[in-house]
């Protein structure tokens, strides 16, 4: 059972607009969550973390957003470059288990020009 | 600085051979986590290990045996594989410090395929 999901597999987004990609999950213990983004070939990289505490947290041109009573969180990338053209992952780890990291199943981002 | 490195970066097995995918971290990290990423699937993690001497499973466990040899190394042996294990499988690490969480950072993948 997938625990943690991202329902759109793609999105394709204009240069220059904006890029929401979208994850919920289902298990009440996550309390920390994140974006990685994967080029192929490579190993999957960081790109921002919230905590449960926070409902916000903005890194240059990434922003996530958190809405813990619906289980959600957004990734903002804005504006939204060619090179973002990537798959995007969300993690998540339980309070009581912050070893334990678990993944959606990504949403693949072409930003074309 | 090397990271996380895993090998090696390409294998092709028979069904039923056996064998074992290395990673070493050099960030003196304390957790150390296997997983597969395979297409409409994402990334699943397979085992983790809090610590030296310590492993656990994660979602897709069976078929799969690990070693946490040090705190350093942490591999993953197939004993008898098969088609359905045809994947790429990364390795990643992460420091854990009483409650705080951080993010973990992934070897460049193992490309595996069972025939």
């Known amino acids: 059972d997938q625990q943690v999901k991202q329902n759109s597999p793609s999105l394709s987004v204009q240069e220059g607009r904006i890029s929401i990609l979208n994850c919920d999950y289902t298990?009440?213990?996550?309390?920390?969550f994140l974006w990685y983004k994967k080029y192929p070939a490579e190993g999957p990289t960081f790109l921002i973390s919230i905590s449960s505490i926070k409902d916000k947290n903005e890194d240059g041109r990434f922003t996530v957003f958190l809405n813990k009573s619906a289980k959600h969180l957004s990734l903002h990338i804005v504006p939204s470059q060619p090179g973002d053209s990537a798959v995007y992952f969300c993690?998540?780890?339980?309070?009581?288990?912050?070893?334990?990291?678990?993944f959606g199943t990504g949403t693949r981002l072409q930003v074309f020009p | 600085n090397a990271g996380v490195t895993q090998t090696p970066k390409f294998q092709v097995l028979k069904t039923g051979q056996s064998m074992t995918l290395q990673c070493a971290q050099d960030?003196?990290?304390?957790?150390m986590y296997w997983y597969r990423q395979d297409p409409g699937m994402g990334l699943r993690l397979i085992y983790y290990?809090?610590?030296?001497?310590?492993?656990d499973k994660g979602e897709v466990p069976n078929g799969y045996n690990v070693s946490r040899l040090n705190k350093r190394e942490f591999s993953l042996r197939l004993e008898s594989a098969a088609p359905s294990q045809t994947s790429v499988y990364f390795c990643?690490?992460?420091?854990?410090?009483?409650?705080?969480?951080?993010?973990?950072?992934f070897g460049q993948g193992t490309r595996l395929t069972v025939v």
């Open positions: 993690a998540a780890s339980p309070r009581d288990n912050t070893d334990k990291l678990i």
């Open positions: 990643a690490s992460k420091r854990v410090e009483g409650p705080e969480n951080t993010e973990a950072f």
């Open positions: 960030m003196n990290h304390n957790s």
């Open positions: 290990s809090a610590s030296e001497g310590t492993t």
């Open positions: 298990n009440s213990m996550f309390d920390y």
